[in-house]
């Protein structure tokens, strides 16, 4: 049965509770900071997508010099902050620290990250000044990560930002999409006004490109644009019974997670996400989180192939989530319009394909789960509609760039909207590469 | 099972660890503590005039984490009266009649007052006694302590007053205060002590609170130089006690090694370098008593590894191996190697070689791991990657002699030999 109100206050407060504590003392932060060797040219910068200066701001949180760690993390990385509670970092900055060599824990650096940042944001350091107004516009579609990370960089050199969201709140998935026990919405504002407080950046709400505004109108009014709407759509499984009552996609599931509070999500007794990426994770352990009493994932290629980190996948193992190697959908069946069943054919793997894993083959045999509620976690799609539309290049709908420039002069990309979904951080470097690419394209020399 | 016990002038004690002149010896409650945990021995306290202390009295010097790697104290000598020290003396000796019961002295600068007090603590039960020349702080403005440690007439002369009455044996303890210690060393023999212990505390100053800009220790808006010890001055402590133990005057006497003993190793260190017992304050003060027990059993096995029967087997035996610079061995060679399947990629040889010293690390890029191999044609072989690297054993210094013969800087600049060659 699908319902809500499942918990106790309590109990929600403590499944959604922060999966990754901050360091409750000084002290403790020291002792982990101590042990930060100080690498020179260090493999966990070069393993940080926007390379923070890592053994930097280390040895600032050693020597008592808290704002000058946060500006070393905020000069590479302005949302610093929401990285360290969000980024993959078993496979960045901390899967590439020194002491993994030695079969020692590395480093906590998210977490020395977050001391350092969050000490920032609760004590208001404003530890940039834009410069005086040149008088240039810049226009940016999204406020997520990569836009606010472009707007960030061109505000410091004094052009002007206007920031065109569709939502009515900033932060794109970082507010929307990232799972509840990382981030909440309260931090996901805190972390927008702290960026902003910079000055030079307007954000305007629930103005969605392809709706309410044009890309010419943006070319017309502003110097630049910038185009960091992301991804959105979720992908289709293209199976019989899709339409169903109780199959929902991972994407709107976790938007409804994060914007509502969660008594009155509605959750299925017996779930099943379909999927073995970070998006799978997240709606598998949220599920669970919200009550529902049985959560299997099913995965058409082993863990060997998985697109999660084994740190993820550990997390929903220890929430106690099934999981189902070798099997890929093959339809949802239903009573009465409601799914009462998901039927999966079980594979074995083949040769590897292009992306150089072994793809899954039929066996022809199929197995049955008895589920009420089915969440499609299959990936996501571009908005390939609106980026045809507006004559931009593009690859299946991701915007393809050169040095962030797409092929309409004046108009740069950037994040997920080009990549096709990566990481908070991939994003955060990519606004930085834009706004660098903006800066030049207006002659401004920094 | 090596026999680790100690004869320091017909003294004797189960082990040559002995807890220095300070708290942990200032009453019957502290050493029977110290003895149930296993210390061979004690320095009292030191005895001697009323004196008052003041509040706060330590602060120490943190470094990269670790606390107190150095400690510093303002305090005086023994601020209880006389006879309950004295009468817990005699209470101490008569439980723990096999460890070494040594006082430590501070008179007043007069005859008569050394007298007395000899008189008192040999009454009580002392064992024998140490001379403290050493205090920095607070007794040398009443001409004590250090006062007279830093001024070898006046050492001689008092060590001569307390040669006349003493009946047991008597060691002097010297103050690091001075450019060397061995006039004062020298002085003290002369006069004629039984023995030497050094070093007593550095003056210091371990540091400024920055948000009251006042010293540390902090008393009432002042600070005043404190008496540096711990971790921190090992090595000063190891360099003066050579000094002792290369004197032809003051290497006839035995010695009490201080300054910074933290563990057996340190022990055998002091030890090496001529102290026929070692003593301890601040490792005390930092973990407590507990911390001689694997002082003992360190020893022990290191003893039984190396066969060394007893300690007087290996007493000294370094004192020669430091030598002075002309007579080292300039064809001598070695160069560093990095065992590529240890190196974990810190980059820290490379960056201190390549900033500080020869330029002599080759650095290869690669993402996210660099790899670091030695120019050996470069390298002057000075120590410094091994000594930064994290790992043990990573770097080892590999011996490439020159030439085989021994040659040292005044042969080589008879010779008229070439200079110059980096
Ligand atoms: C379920 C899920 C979990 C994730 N978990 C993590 C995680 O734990 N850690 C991590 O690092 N990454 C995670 N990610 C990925 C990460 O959130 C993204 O890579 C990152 O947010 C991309 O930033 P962006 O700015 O490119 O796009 P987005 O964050 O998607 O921001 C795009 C913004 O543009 C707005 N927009 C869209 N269309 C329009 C339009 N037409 N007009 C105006 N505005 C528009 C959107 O509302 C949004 O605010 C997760 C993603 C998902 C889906
Ligand atoms: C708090 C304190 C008080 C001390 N008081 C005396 C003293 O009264 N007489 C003395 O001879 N040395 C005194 N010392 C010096 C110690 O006996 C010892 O020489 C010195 O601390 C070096 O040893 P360590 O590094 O093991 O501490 C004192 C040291 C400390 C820390
Ligand atoms: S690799 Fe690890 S030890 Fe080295 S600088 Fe980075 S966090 Fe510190
Ligand atoms: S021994 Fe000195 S010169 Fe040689 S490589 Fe190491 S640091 Fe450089
Ligand atoms: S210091 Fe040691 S571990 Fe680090 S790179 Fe050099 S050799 Fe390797």
Same mark, same amino acid.
């Given at each position: 049965?699908?319902?809500?109100?499942?918990?106790?206050?309590?109990?929600?407060?403590?499944?959604?509770?922060? =999966?990754?504590?901050?360091?409750?003392?000084?002290? @403790?932060?020291?002792?982990?900071?101590?042990?930060?060797?100080?690498?020179?040219?260090?493999?966990?910068?070069?393993?940080?997508?926007?390379? =923070?200066?890592?053994?930097?701001?280390?040895?600032?949180?050693?020597?008592?010099?808290?704002?000058?760690?946060?500006?070393?993390?905020?000069?590479?990385?302005?949302?610093?902050?929401?990285?360290?509670?969000?980024?993959?970092?078993?496979?960045?900055?901390?899967?590439?620290?020194?002491?993994?060599?030695?079969?020692?824990?590395?480093?906590?650096?998210?977490?020395?990250?977050?001391?350092?940042?969050?000490?920032?944001?609760?004590?208001?350091?404003?530890?940039? #000044?834009?410069?005086?107004?040149?008088?240039?516009?810049?226009?940016?579609?999204?406020?997520?990560?990569?836009?606010?990370?472009?707007?960030?960089?061109?505000?410091?050199?004094?052009?002007?930002?206007?920031?065109?969201?569709?939502?009515?709140?900033?932060?794109?998935?970082?507010?929307?999409?990232?799972?509840?026990?990382?981030?909440?919405?309260?931090?996901?504002?805190?972390?927008?006004?702290?960026?902003?407080?910079?000055?030079?950046?307007?954000?305007?709400?629930?103005?969605?490109?392809?709706?309410?505004?044009?890309?010419?109108?943006? #070319?017309?009014?502003?110097?630049?644009?910038?185009?960091?709407?992301?991804?959105?759509?979720?992908? #289709?499984?293209?199976?019989?019974?899709?339409?169903?009552?109780?199959?929902?996609? @991972?994407?709107?599931?976790?938007?409804?997670?994060?914007?509502?509070?969660?008594?009155?999500?509605?959750?299925?007794?017996?779930?099943?996400?379909?999927?073995?990426?970070?998006?799978?994770?997240?709606?598998?352990?949220?599920?669970?989180?919200?009550?529902?009493?049985?959560?299997?994932?099913?995965?058409?290629?082993?863990?060997?192939?998985?697109?999660?980190?084994?740190?993820?996948?550990?997390?929903?193992?220890?929430?106690?989530?099934?999981?189902?190697?070798?099997?890929?959908?093959?339809?949802?069946?239903?009573?009465?319009?409601?799914?009462?069943?998901?039927?999966?054919?079980?594979?074995?793997?083949?040769?590897?394909?292009?992306?150089?894993?072994?793809?899954?083959?039929?066996?022809?045999?199929?197995?049955?789960?008895?589920?009420?509620?089915?969440?499609?976690?299959?990936?996501?799609?571009?908005?390939?509609?609106?980026?045809?539309?507006?004559? =931009?290049?593009?690859?299946?709908?991701?915007?393809?760039?050169?040095?962030?420039?797409?092929?309409?002069?004046?108009?740069? @990309?950037?994040?997920?909207?080009?990549?096709?979904?990566?990481?908070?951080?991939?994003?955060?470097?990519?606004?930085?590469?834009?706004?660098?690419?903006?800066?030049?394209?207006?002659?401004?020399?920094? | 099972?090596?026999?680790?016990?100690? /004869?320091?002038?017909?003294?004797?004690?189960?082990?040559?660890?002995?807890?220095?002149?300070?708290?942990?010896?200032?009453? %019957? &409650?502290?050493?029977?503590?110290?003895?149930?945990?296993?210390?061979?021995?004690?320095?009292?306290?030191?005895?001697?005039?009323?004196?008052?202390?003041?509040?706060?009295?330590?602060?120490? $010097?943190?470094?990269?984490?670790?606390?107190?790697?150095?400690?510093?104290?303002?305090?005086?000598?023994?601020?209880?009266?006389?006879?309950?020290?004295?009468?817990?003396?005699?209470?101490? $000796?008569?439980?723990?009649?096999?460890?070494?019961?040594?006082?430590?002295?501070?008179?007043?600068?007069?005859?008569?007052?050394?007298?007395?007090?000899?008189?008192?603590?040999?009454?009580?039960?002392?064992?024998?006694?140490?001379?403290? !020349?050493?205090?920095?702080?607070?007794?040398?403005?009443?001409?004590?302590?250090?006062?007279?440690?830093?001024?070898?007439?006046?050492?001689?002369?008092?060590?001569?007053?307390?040669?006349?009455?003493?009946? &047991?044996?008597?060691?002097?303890?010297?103050?690091?205060?001075?450019?060397?210690?061995?006039?004062?060393?020298?002085?003290?023999?002369?006069?004629?002590?039984?023995?030497?212990?050094?070093? /007593?505390?550095?003056?210091?100053?371990?540091?400024?609170?920055?948000?009251?800009?006042?010293?540390?220790?902090? $008393?009432?808006?002042?600070? $005043? !130089?404190?008496?540096?010890?711990?971790?921190?001055?090992?090595?000063?402590?190891?360099?003066?006690?050579?000094?002792?133990?290369?004197?032809?005057?003051?290497? %006839?006497?035995?010695?009490?090694? &201080?300054?910074?003993?933290?563990?057996?190793?340190?022990?055998?260190?002091?030890?090496?370098?001529?102290?026929?017992?070692?003593?301890?304050?601040?490792?005390?003060?930092?973990?407590?008593?507990?911390?001689?027990?694997?002082?003992?059993?360190?020893?022990?096995?290191?003893?039984?590894?190396?066969?060394?029967?007893? &300690?007087?087997?290996?007493?000294?035996?370094?004192?020669?191996?430091?030598?002075?610079?002309?007579?080292?061995?300039? /064809?001598?060679?070695?160069?560093?190697?990095?065992?590529?399947?240890?190196?974990?990629?810190?980059?820290?040889?490379?960056?201190?070689?390549?900033?500080?010293?020869?330029?002599?690390?080759?650095?290869?890029?690669? %993402?996210?791991?660099?790899?670091?191999?030695?120019?050996?044609?470069?390298?002057?072989?000075?120590?410094?990657?091994?000594?930064?690297?994290?790992?043990?054993?990573?770097?080892?210094?590999?011996?490439?002699?020159?030439?085989?013969?021994?040659? /040292?800087?005044?042969?080589?600049?008879?010779?008229?030999?070439?200079?110059?060659?980096?």
């Amino acid at each position: 049965m699908i319902s809500n109100n499942r918990l106790s206050s309590q109990q929600y407060e403590q499944n959604f509770a922060d =999966i990754h504590p901050p360091f409750e003392t000084q002290d @403790a932060a020291m002792v982990e900071a101590n042990r930060c060797l100080f690498c020179y040219d260090a493999p966990c910068m070069k393993s940080c997508p926007t390379s =923070i200066d890592v053994p930097k701001f280390i040895k600032q949180i050693t020597t008592e010099n808290i704002k000058g760690s946060a500006h070393t993390i905020f000069s590479s990385n302005i949302m610093g902050a929401g990285c360290s509670k969000v980024c993959p970092v078993e496979k960045l900055c901390e899967g590439a620290c020194v002491y993994n060599l030695m079969d020692e824990d590395p480093i906590p650096i998210a977490k020395l990250q977050r001391y350092a940042t969050e000490k920032a944001m609760s004590n208001n350091w404003q530890l940039f #000044q834009r410069k005086a107004s040149i008088g240039k516009r810049v226009a940016i579609v999204g406020a997520g990560p990569a836009g606010l990370s472009c707007a960030h960089v061109l505000s410091r050199q004094g052009i002007d930002v206007t920031i065109y969201e569709k939502e009515s709140k900033g932060g794109g998935l970082m507010t929307y999409g990232i799972a509840a026990y990382k981030v909440t919405p309260q931090f996901c504002e805190d972390e927008v006004n702290y960026i902003t407080a910079i000055g030079g950046i307007d954000i305007k709400y629930n103005q969605a490109l392809g709706k309410d505004i044009t890309l010419q109108q943006l #070319q017309q009014d502003y110097d630049a644009v910038y185009l960091a709407f992301g991804v959105g759509l979720a992908r #289709q499984l293209e199976i019989p019974g899709e339409d169903l009552k109780g199959v929902e996609d @991972a994407i709107s599931f976790i938007y409804e997670l994060r914007t509502n509070n969660y008594a009155s999500l509605a959750v299925g007794d017996k779930v099943a996400v379909i999927g073995m990426g970070m998006t799978a994770i997240d709606a598998a352990t949220q599920a669970k989180r919200l009550g529902a009493k049985e959560v299997t994932m099913v995965y058409r290629r082993t863990q060997e192939e998985m697109p999660c980190t084994e740190h993820e996948l550990h997390i929903a193992q220890l929430d106690g989530c099934n999981i189902i190697w070798l099997a890929a959908p093959k339809e949802i069946k239903g009573v009465d319009g409601k799914v009462t069943q998901l039927v999966c054919e079980t594979m074995q793997l083949g040769e590897p394909d292009a992306s150089g894993r072994r793809s899954p083959v039929p066996t022809g045999e199929t197995i049955v789960l008895d589920v009420d509620m089915v969440i499609k976690a299959a990936g996501q799609m571009p908005f390939d509609a609106l980026v045809n539309s507006n004559g =931009i290049e593009n690859k299946n709908g991701k915007v393809t760039i050169n040095n962030a420039a797409t092929n309409i002069v004046g108009v740069f @990309a950037g994040g997920d909207c080009v990549n096709g979904g990566k990481e908070v951080v991939d994003a955060v470097q990519a606004g930085k590469d834009g706004a660098a690419a903006i800066s030049k394209y207006l002659g401004i020399s920094n | 099972m090596a026999d680790i016990s100690a /004869n320091f002038l017909g003294i004797k004690s189960p082990n040559p660890f002995w807890l220095a002149s300070a708290p942990p010896t200032d009453k %019957k &409650i502290n050493v029977l503590r110290a003895y149930e945990a296993g210390w061979g021995g004690v320095v009292w306290k030191t005895l001697g005039s009323q004196v008052k202390n003041v509040s706060s009295r330590y602060s120490a $010097v943190d470094y990269g984490g670790h606390r107190v790697m150095g400690f510093n104290n303002i305090e005086l000598i023994s601020d209880r009266p006389l006879d309950i020290n004295l009468k817990e003396i005699t209470e101490v $000796v008569k439980l723990f009649p096999d460890r070494a019961m040594i006082v430590s002295l501070m008179a007043d600068n007069n005859r008569a007052a050394w007298h007395k007090l000899i008189q008192q603590c040999e009454d009580a039960g002392a064992m024998g006694f140490e001379l403290n !020349f050493g205090c920095p702080h607070g007794m040398t403005e009443r001409g004590m302590g250090a006062a007279v440690g830093q001024d070898p007439q006046i050492a001689k002369m008092v060590v001569e007053w307390v040669m006349e009455k003493a009946t &047991i044996p008597v060691i002097t303890k010297l103050t690091p205060n001075v450019h060397s210690v061995v006039p004062t060393g020298r002085a003290a023999v002369e006069g004629g002590t039984n023995a030497l212990s050094l070093i /007593n505390t550095i003056q210091s100053v371990t540091g400024i609170n920055l948000d009251t800009l006042v010293p540390n220790p902090y $008393v009432a808006g002042k600070s $005043v !130089f404190g008496g540096y010890c711990g971790p921190a001055v090992k090595p000063i402590a190891l360099k003066m006690l050579t000094t002792i133990a290369q004197d032809e005057l003051t290497s %006839k006497v035995p010695i009490s090694g &201080i300054g910074g003993v933290s563990t057996w190793k340190d022990a055998v260190e002091f030890m090496l370098l001529g102290s026929t017992t070692v003593q301890v304050c601040t490792a005390a003060m930092k973990h407590g008593f507990r911390i001689v027990e694997d002082m003992c059993e360190g020893l022990n096995n290191w003893m039984d590894e190396k066969g060394y029967k007893t &300690i007087n087997d290996f007493i000294g035996k370094s004192v020669e191996k430091i030598t002075h610079w002309e007579d080292l061995d300039i /064809n001598y060679h070695h160069i560093a190697h990095i065992n590529q399947d240890k190196c974990i990629h810190c980059g820290l040889c490379y960056i201190a070689c390549e900033d500080t010293s020869h330029q002599s690390i080759n650095l290869a890029y690669g %993402k996210p791991y660099n790899t670091y191999s030695i120019k050996e044609e470069e390298c002057v072989g000075c120590n410094l990657c091994q000594l930064v690297c994290p790992v043990d054993g990573c770097i080892t210094m590999e011996e490439h002699r020159v030439a085989p013969e021994y040659i /040292n800087w005044k042969q080589w600049q008879a010779e008229g030999r070439a200079l110059n060659d980096h």
